[in-house]
Antibody, heavy 124, light 107 residues
Framework: QIQLVQSGPELKKPGESLKISCKAS????????MQWVKQAPGKGLQYMGW????????TYADDFKERFVFSLETSASTAYLQINNLKNEDTATYFC?????????????????WGPGTMVTVSS | DIVMTQSPTSMSISVGDRVTMNCKAS??????VDWYQQKTGQSPKLLIY???NRYTGVPDRFTGSGSGTDFTFTISNMQAEDLAVYYC?????????FGGGTKLELK
């Protein structure tokens, strides 16, 4: 069965860096792009961007162009989210989600499988 | 960026109720809207894609409709396990954007 397993919770200080992992299983990793979504405590979902799992090319939403890095370890079917120079406002749960699709002559993409989320707390 | 505005932000409902919530896009997004359900402490789950298509395994009490800028999500016969926050998301223009969510609570 298709699964996305994320790394465990993190407690960091402002200015530090971290790297979250998202390990996929049950499908061919490079057949589907991977998305990242942020959810601050008690808040809604915020789209961060995606990474092409065939080429490794990341694309970031505007709010996530500065300190955020998407990367891959294709041989391990794993996507990574690195956050540099952590700030208090980075405190959130971060989800990876597979970009699935429906085809009826044209492609339609949606987030069909999600990881359980990784909780990140940034506090001095 | 396209802004997705959901209403209401919360609803107090009873089991068996018909529940309707709305999502309005700041510009035309065609039919490129999905609905996700997020229960407390869980990751979101896809229910409806392309405005009105039920995803695999989703009960038929969940329906979506709309196009252009106005979209509606309905639960025809509310069940206790449907208590959650529901989000719309547009995938017409990058960056994809979510609505703020509608939270369903028991009356």
């Amino acid at each position: 069965q298709i699964q996305l397993v994320q790394s465990g919770p993190e407690l960091k200080k402002p200015g530090e860096s971290l790297k979250i992992s998202c390990k996929a299983s049950g499908y061919t990793f490079t057949d589907y792009a991977m998305q990242w979504v942020k959810q601050a405590p008690g808040k809604g979902l915020q789209y961060m961007g995606w990474i092409n799992t065939q080429t490794g090319k990341p694309t970031y939403a505007d709010d996530f162009k500065e300190r955020f890095v998407f990367s891959l370890e294709t041989s391990a079917s794993t996507a990574y989210l690195q956050i540099n120079n952590l700030k208090n406002e980075d405190t959130a749960t971060y989800f990876c989600a597979r970009l699935g699709y429906y085809y009826d002559g044209t492609y339609y993409w949606y987030f069909d499988f999600w990881g359980p989320g990784t909780m990140v707390t940034v506090s001095s | 960026d396209i802004v997705m505005t959901q209403s209401p932000t919360s609803m107090s409902i009873s089991v068996g109720d018909r529940v309707t919530m709305n999502c309005k896009a700041s510009q035309n997004v065609g039919s490129n809207v999905d609905w996700y359900q997020q229960k407390t402490g869980q990751s979101p789950k896809l229910l409806i894609y392309k405005a009105s298509n039920r995803y695999t395994g989703v009960p038929d009490r969940f329906t979506g409709s709309g196009s252009g800028t106005d979209f509606t999500f309905t639960i025809s016969n509310m069940q206790a396990e449907d208590l959650a926050v529901y989000y719309c998301m547009q995938s017409n223009s990058y960056p994809w954007t979510f609505g703020g969510g509608t939270k369903l609570e028991l009356k």
